[in-house]
């Protein structure tokens, strides 16, 4: 798909950009979320596409025939989540912490959407709790389902050094989750 969206950007950035939001809206909101934007991620996801729209505009044909398009997102992505980490931590916050509420399935019966809320909840917990390089590698390889060659490209990493970091992290997550019980979540 990605193949003939980066030919139609090609042709007609505005034309074809409504079909890149749509095509890659939820990556660029769950590596926000789980990157921690906490609840700035409705903001941050608009910040990623308005920037992305400026660039492409910026980049000749044969630029945008050849971009790979889901790593660029998802490194804009990332690098707007640690920009809005940086300055969130150089004012003072005016609105309180809260989680992230994902998407439901509005079929799900509401026991079983409680108890999926719950142990999302618990690995989030868990996810933001690992270092910022491990977090970043886990959820582009493990909740995105990035191979590690696009996880890599997405953040600017050799290969050998993010399969490092997933293993550290998935490590370190067995290890939290472990110590409460919910240590099958991570497979």
Known sequence: ???????????????AFPDLVR????????????????????????????RAHRALH?????RRRALAVRSWLVTLALNIARNAARSATRRPRTVGLGTVAEPSDPGEAPEAAALRSAT???LATALAALPPAQRAAVVLRHVLGLP??????????PVGTVKAQVSRGVSALRADLGATGEREELG
């Open 23 to 50: 095509a890659h809206a939820r990556l660029v909101w769950t590596v926000l979320a789980r990157a921690g934007a906490g609840g700035e991620v409705e903001d941050l996801a608009q910040e990623v596409f308005v």
């Open 1 to 15: 798909m990605d193949t003939d969206l980066t030919g139609a950007l090609a042709d007609d950035v505005d034309g």
């Open 58 to 62: 910026g980049y000749d044909a044969d």
């Open 120 to 122: 999302r909840a618990r």
């Open 148 to 157: 590690y060659a696009e996880a890599a490209a997405a953040l600017g990493l």
